[in-house]
């Protein structure tokens, strides 16, 4: 129900007549009387004025009380007015944040997805080396004979852009994301000297064994990074598992 700031009408009117009536009555009395001699003509006067003013400073006493009543009104109005602006402006940041990290927790998803298939390749491919290494370093032939070691090499572009706004998808998946694309960037130089192919084997097991490691965390943070764009649940921090 609307606060009641405003006078009604007809009580203002009626204040006015009430003033206007009290000015100009006594005046009439009062003058009869000064006319008969009951009294002075400077005393009828004063005695009017007196009377007049009240009535006027009632009236303008209303007319301020409505004046006040208004700016109050207008003054809520305008605090109602802003409130409504900044309710919606903060509606529109926070919607652009949203999108904003939806859009990048996409990019990261689709680069995250394609290097575990890479991943996933390699470490298949590095299975099938240890075997052949194995073999060769059990040949008398070709045990003594040094191989090339040629370690996997990714690439992460999206991320390296993105690297100071992963802030915006969250201290969690930030800290996530942060440390599985870390991990696939440490590879060392992709051409490492010669080795016997018995260190080469050993050294293939290693990248097996990383890569198991690596797939299995990529799996987890891709679906954080899913979660994000609304689809399935988010499984919380990784933990090494």
């Known amino acids: 129900?609307?606060?009641?700031?405003?006078?009604?009408?007809?009580?203002?009117?009626?204040?006015?007549?009430?003033g206007i009536l009290l000015s100009i009555r006594p005046i009439i009395v009062l003058v009869e009387r000064a006319m008969s001699g009951g009294l002075s003509p400077a005393a009828a006067t004063i005695f009017s004025a007196?009377?007049?003013?009240?009535?006027?400073?009632?009236?303008?006493?209303?007319?301020f009380r409505n004046l006040i009543h208004s700016q109050e009104l207008q003054?809520?109005?305008?605090?109602?007015?802003?409130l409504d602006q900044y309710t919606l402006q903060e509606k529109a940041r926070a919607e652009e944040r949203e999108h904003e990290k939806r859009t990048l927790a996409a990019a990261l998803f689709g680069e995250l997805v394609a290097l575990e298939k890479?991943?996933?390749?390699?470490?298949?491919f590095y299975k099938l080396q240890r075997v052949v290494w194995e073999k060769l370093a059990g040949d008398n032939q070709f045990k003594n004979i040094e191989v090339p070691v040629n370690w996997p090499r990714y690439k992460t572009p999206i991320f390296e852009a993105n690297i100071a706004r992963l802030g915006v998808l969250g201290s969690s998946v930030a800290g996530d994301v942060a440390s599985i694309f870390g991990?696939?960037?440490?590879?060392?130089e992709s051409e490492l000297p010669k080795v016997l192919p018995e260190i080469a084997a050993i050294m293939a097991k290693g990248v097996v064994d990383g890569h198991d490691g690596m797939i299995k965390e990529?799996?987890?943070?891709?679906?954080?990074?899913?979660?994000?764009?609304?689809i399935g649940q988010d499984p919380g921090h990784w933990q090494g598992n």
């Not at 007049?52 to 009236?59: D, R």
């Not at 890479?118 to 298949?124: A, P, S, T």
């Not at 990529?218 to 609304?230: I, W």
């Open 118 to 124: 890479r991943c996933l390749n390699v470490q298949q």
């Open 183 to 188: 991990k696939v960037s440490v590879y060392p």
């Open 1 to 18: 129900m609307p606060e009641k700031t405003w006078l009604k009408p007809w009580l203002c009117f009626s204040a006015l007549g009430f």
């Open 75 to 82: 003054a809520k109005r305008d605090r109602s007015a802003r």
């Open 218 to 230: 990529m799996l987890h943070v891709s679906k954080r990074l899913s979660a994000l764009q609304g």
């Open 50 to 63: 007196v009377i007049g003013f009240s009535g006027v400073a009632l009236t303008t006493y209303f007319g």
